[in-house]
């Protein structure tokens, strides 16, 4: 099981990011996918996640409205977009799914300053 997260950086509060995590060695469309994030000197935490189907999702209350996970079976691939980005969305963002034990990817860095 791998995930490899991507599309992370620096951007203004306001902006706006895309994140995309790919999955291989699994089933992937079997399979719950969620995003979590850690920033500095806190616990990980959940920020959203999504059904095997994408027929579902939820949200952790400080991101409902400006993020959306979404997913693409075809391609192995979740994604979270992420808008009107506050400096309190600073972290490293991880993919995971639970695939018999929880899989984590690298992360990758969203930091967002002026």
């Known amino acids: 099981v791998r995930f490899v997260e991507s599309g992370g950086g620096l951007v203004q509060p306001g902006g706006s990011l895309r994140l995309s995590c790919a999955a291989s060695?699994?089933?992937?469309?079997?399979?719950?996918m969620s995003w979590y994030r850690q920033a500095p000197g806190k616990e990980r935490e959940l920020v959203a996640a999504?059904?095997?189907?994408?027929?579902?999702?939820n949200y952790a209350d400080s991101v409902k409205g400006r993020f959306t996970i979404s997913r693409d079976n075809s391609k192995n691939m979740v994604y979270l977009q992420m808008n009107s980005l506050k400096p309190e969305d600073t972290a490293v963002y991880y993919c995971?799914?639970?695939?018999?034990?929880?899989?984590w990817g690298q992360g990758t860095q969203v930091t967002v300053s002026s």
């Open positions: 995971t799914a639970r695939v018999i034990r929880r899989y």
């Open positions: 060695g699994f089933t992937f469309s079997n399979y719950n």
């Open positions: 999504i059904t095997s189907t994408g027929g579902s999702t």
